[in-house]
Each structure stands twice: as C-alpha cells, then as structure tokens.
C-alpha cells in the first residue's frame, strides 16, 4: 500500500482475499488485477488502482479457457472455422486447454498463460468472467435443499423462478420480493415443473398433468390448478415443457407430442410428433418462442427438432446434435445450455431460426447437477450435487480497444449471436 512517486517501494502491505490461493499474479495496463489460484483457474478483479489496490466490495471473476480451441495460425485466420475444430478439443479430456494453468501474465496487447503441459496460450478477446453463489432469499435459508428450479420467466427486473423441494413444496420467486408458497392440487406431489410467460404445467409422480390457472403478466403465479385431458393412445407422461406457443411432452415410451397455443387458446389435441428413428427419448425442452425444440434420450444424446414454422408447428425431422452425452438441458431466447452427466455445463453456439442445430459448443467453468438459464441468459441458476441453489452472475473483461476493433472487423459473427459477442473467450496456441 502507498506506492507513489515519493514512495515507490510503498508503505505497507494488505492482504487481498483471493480464490483458493494463489500461485501467480499480475496487474494489466487496464487496472485488471490477474491471478491464477492453486486449482489452475484464471482469475480477475476490476478497478485495481494505485489509490484502491484491493478495492472494498469487489471479487475475483473466472474465466473459461477451455471454450473454444484455435491450434494453429493467428485468431484472425481461425475464428470462422472454430466449429470444425472444437470437436477435437472436446474429444479430448487432456486437452491443454483444460488443463490447470501455471502462470499469467498481461500486457497492452493481451493476456498470456501458460497451462501445466507447458503450452502457451494467448488471447487479444473481450473474455467473460463468472463468478458463482447462493442466492439471498427472504425467509429461506441458502442451506435449502431443491429438486428443481425454473428461470425460464426471470428477466432482470421482472418475473418469477420456479423451485421445487424434494417434499413438493412448490414456491414462486418473484425479483427482489419474497417467495410465494404455492398450494398444489390436493394429494398431489410434483415431480416435473415448466413455466412460460402465459402458462405453467406440473407433472405429478403417478404422470397426471397439470396447467396452473390464471396466469397473466398481473398474477404470474397463477391462481389455481386444472389437470389436463391427454389422449388414450398417450403413455404415461415423464418430461413436460412449455413455451409461449406451444407445450412439448415425452411419454415413458419415448414418443414425443405437442400442443399448440393459439393467440390465448390452447388447441384441443396434442399431435404426435414420434421420436427420432428407433431412440426412446426422455426429456423434452421447448424455448420460450417455440422454435427451437431439443431432447435428450435415455443414452444421453441430444436431438434437434428441425423444419419447425407456423405452417408446420410441430417440425418436419430430427437432427443430433453431436460430441456430448446430456443429462439436463435449458433454453433462452437465444441459447441452448446443457447439463453433461460428468457435470460440466456448456451453451451451444451459433443457435438460430435457420440454424436451429448450432455450430459447436462452449464450456462454461464449474460443474453442477442442473441449470436453467434465464430468458435473456443474465443469469444461470443451478442446483449442485447435494441441491444446493445457485446463481452465476458475469462481467465483461474489455479486451484492449483496438484489438477488439480488429476483430470485431475481421471475424464475423456466429449465427444468430450479436457481432460483438463473437470473439469472446478466444484462446490462440502460440
């Protein structure tokens, strides 16, 4: 502390908290505090400054290293067929990308590291720092123990999460407000739970269907419970989810159906919509604008719904969406994460209406048992292995201004996603 011109060997020292210790550090020219902590992540806090070396009420920021793999030639030359590479980088549990990191240093151009296989790793790109932990709930302990939870109506100021306790209890969050208690129709537990801005199912444990009444913008938690009339030839029903124009279902036969939400209405029949060739699938998930539809099947891969239009409501085929094995899987307006069974969490890229499979996926730090992400991906809430909630808050670490110029000029974007989102998080091999 005190370091100036009179004093450049400074007055003092002050200890800074730092992420399970520290084993390398450095400050950039921007006023980015860098550290890398004894489990090999790479980590930043903001507004380090001669006069606020360890500023009150900040934190450490972690970044991804591992999201997206360019092995050869400059970031300019590779970004645009960074699809055709991740694959390799997936397929390999040893990559240097996933490796814990040594040490990093910074300067006017960028960010070094070098990981523990000795390679050497630079990036010139705006990156996203992430930082996880419990919500601050009235009235309920952070200690509280979740079967589920449902962002999928959270947006930053307005709306509600949906959580689900391992006895039933059904509780509607509201943003800054206290959670709402939600009576559940008598002699039943909910086992699934789906929400959207118009509606609400539930699935009981013995497979009968539930729609929450009363739903508006005015009452989003609804006002009372109405089962829902299925057709004979449907199973009993395992996986539920709703958008705001159309409900999806799986049956424990595999077989996938979908209801149709008209202005206000909902139609009277759900429509077979079969599975993918022989595949028995077991969960179904339906964004909030009902054109991208993705499943999962009892092995653990995933499927895409494609041909989905207002001619055709329930699509025309089924495509796989390579290089994971799933076990849980949220989608935004914008993106499609999923839960690995190994417990890592990764966001499909380049996801769109005319490309509704995605180009190539990128991993996110941290390993939890769930996710739902919020409308507009602000927020992820998660569940850990023991149903513990928690909530990823981001910040952006703005790479220097004119090497995010070039890039932003050079790279292009990836489909559907905002041009100046493209090359964030890109690592380059030296």
């Known amino acids: 502390m005190g370091i100036c011109d009179s004093c450049p060997l400074g007055a003092s020292w002050q200890e800074v908290d730092n992420p399970s210790g520290v084993s390398s550090i450095c400050i950039s020219p921007s ?71 040594k040490v990093i240093t910074c300067s006017q151009l960028g960010v070094s590291v070098i990981t523990s296989s000795s390679a050497l790793l630079f990036s010139t790109c705006d990156m996203v720092g992430m930082t996880y932990h419990p919500p601050a709930i009235a009235a309920l302990a952070s200690t509280a123990i979740w079967l589920l939870t449902d962002a999928s109506t959270a947006y930053h100021d307005s709306g ?22 939600i009576q559940l129709p008598e002699g039943q537990l909910m086992q699934r739970l789906s929400a959207s801005n118009r509606c609400v199912f539930g699935l009981s444990g013995d497979g009968t269907l539930f729609m929450r009444t009363g739903v ?19 199973a009993t029903p395992v996986s539920i989810s709703c958008g705001n124009t159309s409900a999806w279902l ?3 036969k595999g077989q996938t159906w979908m209801r149709a939400c008209q202005g206000e209405e909902w139609a009277e029949e759900w429509q077979s919509v079969g599975h993918p060739g022989h595949i028995k699938l077991v969960q179904v998930v339906v964004g909030p604008g009902g054109w991208h539809v993705w499943a999962c099947d009892a092995s653990g891969d995933l499927h895409v719904r494609t041909g989905i239009a207002i001619e055709t409501p329930t699509g025309t085929g089924w495509q796989t969406a390579p290089d994971i094995v799933a076990s849980d899987v949220s989608i935004s307006d914008t993106s499609v994460w999923v839960r690995c069974t190994n417990g890592d969490i990764v966001r499909r890229a380049g996801v769109s209406p005319i490309n509704p499979v995605g180009n190539y996926w990128r991993r996110i730090p941290g390993s939890f048992a769930a996710v739902s992400a919020t409308p507009d991906d602000d927020e992820l809430w998660l569940l850990d292995d023991n149903g513990r909630l928690f909530i990823r808050d981001t910040i952006v670490y703005s790479a220097p201004t004119m090497m995010t110029a070039t890039m932003s000029d050079t790279a292009g974007s990836d489909s559907g996603a905002p041009e100046n989102k493209t090359a964030l998080d890109t690592w380059e091999f030296v």
């Open 31 to 101: 006023g980015h505090g860098w550290c890398i902590n004894n489990l090999g992540a790479a980590c930043f806090m903001p507004d380090v400054s001669p006069d606020t070396p360890s500023p009150d009420g900040k934190q450490w920021w972690q970044v991804s290293l591992g999201q997206q793999l360019m092995k050869e030639g400059s970031i300019l030359s590779t970004i645009k067929d960074a699809s055709a590479r991740v694959t390799s980088l997936w397929s390999s549990k040893h990559s240097d990308l996933e490796r814990p990191v």
């Open 160 to 181: 509600l999460v949906w959580l689900l306790s391992p006895t039933g209890e059904l509780f509607g969050l509201p943003r800054g407000g206290r959670p709402a208690p």
């Open 216 to 234: 508006s913008p005015y009452c989003a938690t609804g006002t009372g419970w109405d089962a829902v009339s299925l057709p004979s030839s449907m």
């Open 250 to 252: 799986v049956d424990n």
